[in-house]
Every structure is written in C-alpha cells, then in structure tokens.
C-alpha cells in the first residue's frame, strides 16, 4: 500500500504555493526595507548636505533591499512540511503528514495500520484545497510600500534646509566668504561703469544675489565652488568674446552673454575713437610696457582668440622707452594725442593693473587648485602665474613674430622722428580683436588684493591702498 | 523513495477490522459505563492503560468508585480478577504466593507452591501505600517481568497482566510512601475526582433501586493481547514522537527544554519510561479515537498522566504548595507553543 497520488499531487501543489508565497513575501521585505533605506538616508544626506545625497539614496535603496531579502532566513519547504501545514489549516491530527513520512519509508513490511493510515489520508483529499489554504497575499506591512514609495519621491523633491556640511572645512569656507566679496566687488564696478546700462544692471544684479548666497552660506562649498568656476568661466568666455558653454547654475547665460556684448559695445565706442592703425599700436605698447615692468603673467591672460595684432613698427621699446613708443606706434612718426593716450594707459599696467586681462577673480588657481586657471591670471598682478592656455598664446604670438626690427629715425628740435615699415600680420581664421579695457578693469580687486598680500603690506595701509584703486573708475578717464 | 501511487478509493467503514477494532472499545467504554457513572476521561485512560499493557495507580479519597472501576474492568474484559487490601502487616508472601508443606495419602511430604493472588489477569492492589516497602516491593518483578520468582523458581503470570493499585491521599499517618523504582512502573497515575451532581443523580438512581446494572464482557483476554499489538504498529511521525521526548526533557532541571518552575521546583524528572508511556499511550488513544497515526493531541492528552508520579519535587516546591500538576502545566504549555 502505498500515498495517493491525487494526494502527493495536491501537497505538492501546496508546496508550491507555499514557496511563491514566500518568494512575494520576501520581494515584499525588500521592497519594504529598500523604500525605509532610501527615505532614511535620503532624509540624513539631504540635511547634512542641504539637499545633496539623492544618488547614494538610490543606490542605497536596491542595496539594503536585496541584502534585507539575502539575510533573511527562509523557511526550508519540503513535501513533509506542507503536509504538516494542510494538518494543522484543516486540523487533520497530523494524518497526511505522517503518512507522508510513512511513504518515504522502505519498509520491508508494511503493517496493517500504516495502510489504514494511507488510506485513510487519501479519504481527506477532496478537502485540500490549495488555493485556499496558501492563499498568494502580500504581508500586512507590504500595505506601507505604497505610500512609503511615495514619501520616497516626495523626499527627492522638497527643498532642504542649509546643510550642516557647511560647518566643515573652515579654509575653503574662508575662500568661499573671499569669492562672494569678490563678487560684489565686481557687481560694484559693473554698475558703476555704466549706470544707466539696464543690462550691467542686470548683470550686477545676478552677480550680487550669487555673491549674497555665497555669503549667506545658502549654497553647499562644493555648489559655490562649482557656481564660482562656471561664473568665472562665463565671465571670462563672455569678455574674451568666446562661447558660452553651459548653464548648470541657474545664470541665464545667454543674458551674460548678452550683457557682456553690452560691455564690449561701450568699449567699442572709446576704441572706434582710434584708427585700427592706432588701436594695434595701443595694444601692442601696452602689453610691451607690462612686461617690461616685469609682470611676466600680464600678457599670459589674454586668450588663444584674442591674440594681440602685431605691429612691427618696434614697439618693442623697454619700459624707459614707453612713452616715446607709444607716441610712435601705428603711424610710425606721427605723436600726438594717440600716443597720450597709449602711454597714459600703459601707465596703469605699470601700475600693476594689466589691461588685458578679462573678467575674473584674482588668485582663483590658487584658491580651486588648477580648476580655476582661466584667464583671470592675466588680470592678476605681478607673481600671479598664467594659465597654460596663455602661455600658449604666448608662443603662438613668438611664432607670429618671429623677430623685431630695429627703427630708424632722427631726433631733431621739434621731435623725434623714426621710420619704420609698417605692417601687419592678420591670424588666418581668427578675428582680431582687442581686449577690452573695462573688462581688464574687473580683475583690479583680484588683483590688488593680491598685490596685498605677496608684497607683505603693514595692515594699516592695506585699506588705503585697496580704497585707492577700488576709486578708479574707467568712466571718469573718458 | 517516495512510495506513491494510486490507493483505492473505499471508506475505512468497508475494511473490516478496522471497523471492528473501533467497534470493541466503544463497548468497552459503554460496558464499563453502566456500573461506573461518569468520570469519562478516567474511565478512557484506564482503557488505553490496559490497551498498552502498563499498570495504574489511581489516587483518589475512600467511596469515589476506584475499587468498583476495576471490578468493573475486568468484568467487561473477561479477565480473572483478585483484589488484596495493603495493610502494614502484608507479607510478600501473601502477595506473591509461598510453598507450603502438603502430605500426600501415602504419608510422603513435599513443598508445593502455593500461587498468591498475584497470579491473575487483574491484580487490585488497594491501598498499596499502607503496606511496608518490603511488601510493595515483592510487586516489582511481577509488574515489569511479568513474573514471579520463589525459592529459586520462577512462575510467569498470566497475560495479561495487570496491577490497578490504588493510594488514599488522606490519612498518611502509618503510610509507606511508593518507592521511586516501583512508582516508575505505574504508566499512569490517575485521579479519581467526586462526581458532579448530575453523575451522581445517576449513581443515585442505579445503586439504591431494587435493580443495579451489571457490566458484561465484551473483550476477552485473547482480544485484549491482540489490541495490544495493534496498538504498538501505529504510526508514529517524527515531529510527533521529536515533540514527545522534548516534552519528557522539558522536566528535567538541568536540560536546556526546561522550564522555568521545573528548574526551581523539580528534584528529579521524568524516565525514559515516562516517554515509552506516554508514546504507547498516544497510540492507543489514537486507535480508540479511530484514527490511524499519533497526532500531538494524543501526546498532550496522556503526558499527564504518564508524567505526574516520575517528576519529583524538591523542598522548595513543598515550602511553596506547588504541585506537579502547576508544573506539567507549564510544561505542556511550553510544548504547544513550540
């Protein structure tokens, strides 16, 4: 005598049952635990980092959730344990299971009770009812995924408090403070060059609410360093005219881009005063007089696409010999209000302040490492380094002019004279073009501050030299 | 391997022995109703005692029917019985038997043995605990050899063979407590409880008429060896029998199963003949049940009874009135739970 098939066939179907459900419940476990871990998490990072931490909570999530499912311990589904089951759901006084155990046993007899027994347990067959006895329902608490799923995605979009992260990393912190002072600095200037420009309005404007945020330790340090790269990038791309790439931080770069047209139309205007002739000599003096007073990096600031037009009329005169270059410049023998005019403006880039140089923060490489060696160098005073791409242009601009030609000229009573062959030499492909004098005018904070500090400066006397310069305004030269 | 395949279909009702075996207990207990009213949980484990061949002492005060039960016993099974009244003044010999000195007509002599009235199928042994230890203790061999040795000889008892003793829980003054090794013979140990009013209204009604009702045999001695065996080839799961020893290591003190009154109170707990009682005894229950495998019920049913005289109490139990039935309750609570 042996266990009925119809039998064996409804217990194992039971068994079955027995393991999806198991299987749901599990998948219920860890779905449970992964939207507990993600909120949890999710909730820790974004106040610690004011918002940030939204990516490890994803990945945290998946992680908990599939390690929540390994560790727990399953139960161990076997024919003889779901024939325990169907006794105890239909309380059969352990009938099938022990008949299912007697079944698995090779007697070499059977006794009369045992097959009394097997039949008797296939007598209660028609009451097994596997659907009913195992029924496939998620656990109670699987009623909470739902709404947790949903707390989940709220906690990704509600804003977070400032982050306590701010309280880490005293120096960079220091750095931050120095940029967002830096920032108003230049909103400052911005508006005073221009009052009644909308757009340097504008532009001010943005500047000073990044600068107010910074200040306000409203942006995570690793945010601000970011916002204060890419502004600086941006300004940097829009006063060298290049492109505008990018808009991560909310800056509507395309008004950038716009308003620092705005500022390079006002520049036109002081330039178109100039013949091409006499803005080519201008800038070549100014950049000869700045490297004679030994600012190596003053030149390194300009960018690829904005190499400097090379005027061989032996503007390679050293800093004694400014003015009287200057004079002589573009015309070849013709001084004048012109060469005032260069030699006036050579004058400041003596002064340390390199009229070439674009918009930017003074000291940014060094404060962002070299993430933050744009062309602001350039604007820098005297021991900042260049950026790499500067110095390229430098060699570039050797390539260019390869060798300097000596003048000739006469001194007589009513001046000096000197003859030169002018001409030029045009970069196939590029645009000349000038940089511009206000846009070089922004990087003056960065620059005396800088000044400031390397050259070691009594305290007491660093708020007037700062005041002094911070009074220049382009405005008032014109 | 899986031993499977197709069982034809027909009602226990249709194989006949089964239906017989089921059939004979219920007139047993009905049998056995007639004379003793009530008290049917009693009556049912002193069935399934005799079913597995163990030995009772049943406790209970004087005038609740324990005598009248075992009479009544082996009226409904066929069987011979004897009663002897425990007294101090017992003698082994009276018990067991002696050899005597009997002269022939021809005037030869020679020792003869003189059978006790231990040799019988049904042995009352009333109010065992008044008789001296050294009397209790001529019962030993015959309750678990089944057999009695004198003078070098030894006689076999009939079979079958059983002891139904029975102890006053009152008036202990000039009493001899059991022996522990003696008291481990006993499968059971059952109390007889007072009536209820309705079961006494009945005893009322048939003792004092002009008629009482007489139990007759249903069973005989032949069929009882027989039921016996057929008790020992149920089924047994593994859970089950797994449950039974735990619940058998859950009285003893220093085990990790035991509980927390038995590692307090408890001196000394159950044997492994409180597990052989108490598994035998879940398959005679189980038959008489007319069910064919042993379920955890029937464990929990019997391991009462087989299990209150083995677990020993300590002093501290007696300072503290507990009993043994707190702790076996303690004991099986902890089991279900399981």
């Not at chain 1, 995924?145 to 979009?157: K, M, Q, R």
Request: aromatic letters at 6%; a negative charge.
């Amino acid at each position: 005598m042996v266990l009925d098939e119809v039998l064996r066939n409804q217990i194992d179907m039971v068994l079955r049952r027995q393991k999806a459900s198991d299987l749901l419940d599990a998948l219920s476990r860890g779905l449970f635990a992964a939207c507990v871990t993600f909120a949890c998490v999710r909730v820790l990072l974004g106040l610690l980092t004011g918002g940030q931490g939204g990516f490890i909570a994803l990945l945290a999530a998946p992680a908990a959730g599939v390690t929540f499912i390994l560790t727990t311990p399953r139960r161990k589904h076997t024919r003889l344990t779901a024939a325990r089951y169907i006794d105890k759901q239909l309380k059969l006084q352990d009938r099938i299971a022990t008949a299912v155990e007697h079944a698995t046993l090779d007697h070499a007899a059977r006794n009369r009770v045992e097959a009394w027994l097997f039949m008797d347990a296939a007598n209660h067959t028609h009451l097994i009812d596997p659907v009913a006895l195992v029924p496939l329902r998620s656990p109670a608490y699987a009623r909470w995924s739902l709404p947790l799923l949903g707390l989940c995605v709220l906690l990704t979009l509600i804003p977070y408090p400032q982050g306590f992260t701010w309280q880490l990393g005293g120096s960079q912190l220091q750095h931050i403070s120095k940029r967002a002072d830096e920032l108003l600095a230049l909103a400052d200037q911005l508006e005073r060059i221009d009052p009644q420009n909308p757009h340097l309005g504008q532009l001010a404007h943005e500047l000073r609410r990044v600068g107010e945020l910074i200040r306000e330790k409203q942006l995570p340090h690793s945010q601000a360093n970011q916002l204060l790269r890419q502004l600086e990038q941006e300004l940097q791309q829009s006063g060298d005219g290049g492109n505008i790439a990018g808009n991560s931080l909310g800056l509507d770069l395309a008004r950038v881009q716009e308003l620092t047209q705005s500022i390079r139309s006002i520049n036109s205007g002081m330039y178109s005063q100039l013949s091409p002739q006499e803005q080519v000599a201008l800038s070549q003096a100014q950049r000869n007089t700045t490297d004679a007073d030994g600012y190596p990096g003053a030149n390194r600031g300009t960018r690829g696409d904005d190499r400097q037009p090379e005027a061989h009329a032996g503007a390679s005169g050293n800093a004694e010999e400014n003015e009287s270059d200057v004079g002589s410049t573009g015309s070849g023998s013709q001084p004048g209000d012109t060469g005032k005019q260069g030699s006036e403006e050579a004058g400041a880039g003596e002064d340390g302040f390199d009229p070439y140089g674009g918009f930017g923060l003074a000291g940014a490489s060094d404060d962002f490492d070299d993430e933050m060696g744009y062309g602001a160098e350039g604007g820098s005073m005297a021991g900042t380094e260049g950026g790499s791409q500067g110095t390229t242009d430098y060699e570039r601009q050797s390539d260019l002019n390869p060798g300097t030609e000596r003048l000739s000229g006469q001194i007589t009573d009513s001046g000096q004279y000197y003859s030169s062959p002018t001409s030029t030499t045009s970069i196939p492909g590029n645009q000349l073009r000038f940089p511009t004098a206000d846009s070089s005018f922004f990087s003056l904070p960065g620059g005396v501050e800088n000044a400031i500090q390397q050259e070691n400066i009594p305290s007491a006397y660093q708020r007037w030299i700062r005041d002094y310069f911070t009074k220049i305004e382009p405005g008032a030269d014109r | 391997m899986d031993n499977y395949g197709k069982v034809k279909r027909m009602a226990l009702d249709s194989v006949p022995e089964s239906v017989e075996v089921r059939r004979t207990l219920d007139k047993v207990r009905a049998e056995i109703g007639k004379a003793f009213v009530g008290q049917t949980d009693l009556v049912d484990q002193m069935i399934i005692a005799l079913m597995c061949g163990g030995h009772v002492l049943l406790e209970g005060v004087p005038g609740l029917g324990k005598t009248l039960l075992v009479r009544t016993i082996g009226q409904v099974l066929e069987l011979s019985f004897s009663r002897i009244q425990f007294t101090p003044d017992l003698m082994p010999a009276d018990i067991i038997g002696t050899n005597v000195l009997l002269s022939t007509p021809d005037g030869e002599r020679s020792f003869q043995f003189q059978k006790g009235p231990v040799f019988t199928h049904l042995l009352l042994a009333d109010e065992i605990n008044r008789a001296t230890p050294k009397t209790q203790s001529a019962l030993l061999e015959a309750m678990q050899e089944m057999r009695v040795t004198i003078s070098g000889n030894t006689y076999p008892l009939p079979q079958p063979f059983f002891v139904l003793a029975t102890q006053n829980p009152i008036e202990m003054e000039g009493t001899y407590p059991l022996p522990e090794a003696q008291v481990d013979r006993f499968m059971f140990k059952l109390y007889v409880h007072s009536p209820n009013l309705e079961d006494l209204r009945t005893i009322i009604n048939r003792t004092t008429g002009d008629t009482v009702p007489e139990a007759g045999p249903v069973l005989s001695a032949n069929r009882l060896l027989e039921l016996q065996m057929l008790v020992r080839e149920v089924p047994l799961a593994a859970h089950v029998r797994d449950a039974a020893l735990e619940m058998v290591l859950a009285t003893h003190p220093d085990t990790s199963q035991a509980t927390p009154l038995v590692r307090q109170y408890v001196r000394l707990g159950a044997s492994p003949r409180g597990a052989q009682s108490i598994v035998l005894a879940a398959k005679a229950r189980a038959l008489m049940h007319g069910r064919f495998n042993v379920s955890m019920e029937d464990i929990r049913e019997v391991a009462p009874a087989a299990l209150r005289h083995r677990v020993l109490l300590n002093f501290a139990a007696e300072a503290d009135e507990i009993r043994v039935e707190n702790i076996l309750a303690e004991v099986m609570a902890s089991a279900a739970a399981e």
